[in-house]
């Protein structure tokens, strides 16, 4: 399996209802995923941080056997991007608190040459216009998927759009969802999205899951993990796509999803990705993941199957 992430390296400063903060919490989008995804199989990572990254951050990376980090540039003179965000009581809401862009309002980092065969492409939550630029440099790709969120949405509608005709799934949080459509119901969202390009689109709802929906027609919806112990709910959503990209990857040769079974192999990358992000929201920032074992995983792969199963 050959899989590419690109997004955002950042260092995140973390309010929680409690009152509790946390400052310098390793984060971006394209951290999580990769930590997720490393789970599954080899991922590759392409981003850039600036001379501030602490050798600390960086070297969190070399905890996971399958990162591949020979894209993570550190760039002298930048400064790495930085993100605040405090979250409300129910913890399935957030606020930004501040977006600091730095490095990400200069050029991109390169792709390096031993990724360019890469079948499998995540373009991680980043400016669209960069996304697509990214997408161009993968000529091997069999599958790409994107994120957005509402900066984006905001900022770069055009660009998004133009990228959304070149993606082949979407995946985003039903807020981005219902603000890129006008529509108020998930499913009339999703449907409105895949008229856009995409051949899926997953639909994130936090504590509710998440709504698949594809372009031949079919619709399934798979709950979150029921979990006490929340800590820290950032990265949910990039984690959830390592570990549907990872998933996916695990199950097709190439990254080619199979006709007949495209479908199936969507449901059961989903249930991965739910299962991943359970754990990645334990602690902060990549916390609970540097200590996740590969039998934990399974064991509670094996309690959410059970707990979907209807009798009946
Ligand atoms: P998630 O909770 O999965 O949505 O991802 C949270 C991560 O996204 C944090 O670690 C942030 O550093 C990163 N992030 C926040 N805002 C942006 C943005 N506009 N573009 C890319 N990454 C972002």
């Known amino acids: 399996m050959s899989l590419v992430v690109t997004g955002t390296i950042g260092i995140d400063t973390i309010y929680l209802p409690s009152g509790e903060h946390r400052e310098e919490v390793l984060g971006g989008s394209c951290s999580y995923f990769a930590a997720a995804a490393s789970f599954y199989g080899p991922v590759r990572m392409v981003g850039a941080a600036g001379e501030d990254f602490p050798q600390e951050m960086h070297a969190q990376f070399d905890n996971f056997n399958n990162i591949d980090a020979t894209g993570l540039e550190v760039r002298e003179g930048s400064k790495t991007f930085r993100w605040g965000g405090k979250y409300m009581t129910d913890m399935d809401q957030r606020e930004s608190l501040?977006?600091?862009?730095?490095?990400?309002?200069?050029?991109?980092?390169?792709?390096?040459?031993?990724?360019?065969?890469?079948?499998?492409?995540?373009?991680?939550?980043?400016?669209?216009?960069?996304?697509?630029?990214?997408?161009?440099?993968?000529?091997?790709?069999?599958?790409?998927?994107?994120?957005?969120?509402?900066?984006?949405?905001?900022?770069?509608?055009?660009?998004?759009?133009?990228?959304?005709?070149?993606?082949?799934?979407?995946?985003?949080?039903?807020?981005?969802?219902?603000?890129?459509?006008?529509?108020?119901?998930?499913?009339?969202?999703?449907?409105?999205?895949?008229?856009?390009?995409?051949?899926?689109?997953?639909?994130?709802?936090?504590?509710?899951?998440?709504?698949?929906?594809?372009?031949?027609?079919?619709?399934?919806?798979?709950?979150?993990?029921?979990?006490?112990?929340?800590?820290?709910?950032?990265?949910?959503?990039?984690?959830?796509?390592?570990?549907?990209m990872g998933q996916i990857g695990r199950m097709t040769e190439f990254g080619r999803l199979g006709k007949a079974s495209d479908f199936d192999t969507l449901r059961s990358a989903m249930a991965h990705a739910t299962i991943i992000a359970s754990y990645t929201i334990e602690d902060f920032g990549l916390g609970r993941l540097n200590t996740l074992r590969h039998d934990e995983i399974e064991s509670r792969y094996q309690a959410f199957r059970d707990m979907l199963h209807i009798a009946g």
């Open 98 to 244: 501040f977006t600091e862009l730095n490095i990400l309002g200069e050029a991109p980092p390169p792709v390096p040459e031993s990724y360019r065969d890469s079948k499998l492409v995540f373009l991680a939550n980043s400016h669209p216009g960069l996304q697509l630029d990214f997408l161009k440099a993968f000529g091997e790709r069999t599958l790409a998927v994107a994120d957005t969120m509402d900066l984006w949405i905001d900022t770069a509608r055009d660009e998004l759009t133009e990228l959304l005709k070149h993606v082949d799934g979407l995946v985003l949080n039903y807020d981005e969802a219902e603000q890129l459509t006008g529509k108020q119901n998930t499913v009339a969202a999703a449907r409105g999205l895949l008229e856009q390009g995409p051949t899926f689109v997953i639909v994130k709802k936090g504590e509710h899951g998440a709504i698949l929906a594809h372009s031949d027609g079919s619709i399934a919806a798979i709950p979150a993990f029921p979990s006490e112990a929340v800590v820290d709910p950032t990265g949910a959503g990039d984690s959830f796509a390592g570990g549907l």
